[in-house]
């Protein structure tokens, strides 16, 4: 009997429309079961995801946005434009914009441990 596969669950949050849509595409050809958000979830909304893609115009620090982000147990991964230091997110693995070769997909298996 065949079992089926558990694909790894990623939460795309970007605002950026197209970003957001191409990113979806990339991740899904890769084998992921991909959700996306243009802004990140409500904190009465559980994030169910195994990893978590966010791009650096999502976050503000003035919300809490990042409170929810520290939060989270899961692999998270920051897109970022240039080599901005996020201190309390330590834990975030930061992605430099634009997104070259498979760096994206590499970082992401390395988090997920697959």
């Given at each position: ?16 429309s ?16 991909v ?77 997920l441990?697959?």
């Amino acid at each position: 009997m065949l079992h089926p596969v558990r694909l790894p669950r990623i939460l795309v949050v970007v605002p950026d429309s197209d970003l957001r849509r191409s990113l979806v595409f990339m991740l899904t050809a890769e084998g992921f079961a991909v959700s996306a958000r243009a802004v990140w979830p409500g904190c009465e909304e559980a994030v169910d995801a195994d990893a978590v893609v966010v791009d650096h115009a999502a976050l503000n620090r003035l919300t809490s946005a990042d409170e929810r982000l520290r939060a989270l147990g899961q692999a998270t991964i920051i897109l970022a434009s240039r080599e901005t230091p996020f201190p309390a997110l330590d834990r975030a693995t930061v992605v430099r914009k634009p997104l070259l070769d498979h760096v994206l997909v590499t970082n992401l298996r390395t988090a997920l441990g697959t």
